[in-house]
């Protein structure tokens, strides 16, 4: 495996790498939900970049950005035995050299939601995503269905700028209790880690209400969205160690767009665990 640090040597490696490429970006700290996305990227591409930066642009003044865990040797060691051809690791200043002034703003999917609860995150997402898509070129680019909606984001961007790349959605990796594995978990309490599957399960008894529900009567979306919302909070506000709620919303999966049915459907919910905040969704069908 290569491990890369500049756009220039990037540049080299893709130009004779085999094709089709596959780009998984990460901020590191490696888990099975990310060697998800390097699996399936090794099974569909012949070659794959993995990407490890921790985007100063998308954490918030108040965020965790300093104390984001690097282990960077460990990261690497679990690419390279996952089979990927190059780790691309740059320093800050390679990605925003002195005098960057452009930020890739998207509109609609962006606003709600996580755009509301984070200000500028998906500025900085949508920028840096932008930017590794026109550094990497892949023919493919893997992200995870835990983070639903940058997803929505990416595709959005993806369409709008005519950047010729398929974007794969990868299943959310659970823990056995149904927590979603995500780095942030490391941070939780023994007590609130022994509290936090109750948001899978608030998620997952919503679905379960769903599907039995099944065939929602023409004009009756909102009445549904609103049900299973009000349910999924009841849920939440059940757990004591759960401390806030900063949203449980139905919404459309590639517009972000309260849900008014029918058509695909998905609930997502951000919760907060002391200083700790968990998001997750389910996709409703
Ligand atoms: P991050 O390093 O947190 O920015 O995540 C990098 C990529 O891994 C994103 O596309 C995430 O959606 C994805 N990811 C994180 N956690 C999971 C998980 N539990 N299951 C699947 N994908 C995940």
Request: glycine content about 8%.
């Amino acid at each position: 495996m290569r491990q890369l640090s500049t756009i220039a040597d990037l540049r080299v490696f893709t130009s004779g790498a085999p094709r089709p490429l596959g780009l998984v970006p990460t901020m590191g700290a490696l888990h099975a939900g990310h060697m998800a996305l390097v699996a399936a990227a090794r099974e569909e591409c012949a070659s794959v970049v993995a990407t490890i930066f921790v985007n100063p642009a998308q954490f918030g003044p108040a965020e965790d950005l300093a104390r984001y865990p690097r282990p960077l040797s460990e990261d690497l060691s679990m690419l390279e035995a996952a089979g990927v051809s190059a780790a691309f690791v740059p320093p800050v200043e390679e990605m925003f050299p002195a005098g960057s002034a452009t930020t890739v703003h998207v509109g609609a999917p962006a606003r709600p939601l996580e755009g509301e609860a984070r200000p500028g995150h998906f500025d900085g997402v949508a920028t840096v995503v932008a930017k590794l898509l026109l550094q990497v070129g892949p023919e493919r680019a893997y992200f995870g269905q835990k983070d639903a909606q940058q997803l929505a984001v990416v595709r959005r961007l993806v369409a709008d700028l005519d950047i010729p790349v398929s974007i794969v959605a990868v299943p959310t990796v659970r823990e056995a209790d149904g927590l979603a594995v995500s780095t942030r978990n490391a941070y939780l309490s023994p007590e609130q880690r022994a509290a936090a599957p109750a948001v899978y399960r608030a998620l997952a008894a919503a679905r379960d209400r769903f599907r039995i529900g099944a065939g929602v009567p023409a004009g009756a979306g909102t009445q549904v969205r609103a049900q299973l919302e009000a349910g999924c909070r009841e849920r939440l506000a059940r757990e004591p160690l759960i401390d806030a709620i900063d949203y449980v919303a139905v919404v459309d999966p590639e517009t972000m767009a309260p849900w008014a049915g029918p058509g695909a459907a998905m609930l997502a919910v951000a919760v907060r665990m002391g200083g700790v905040r968990l998001i997750d969704n389910v996709l409703l069908e």
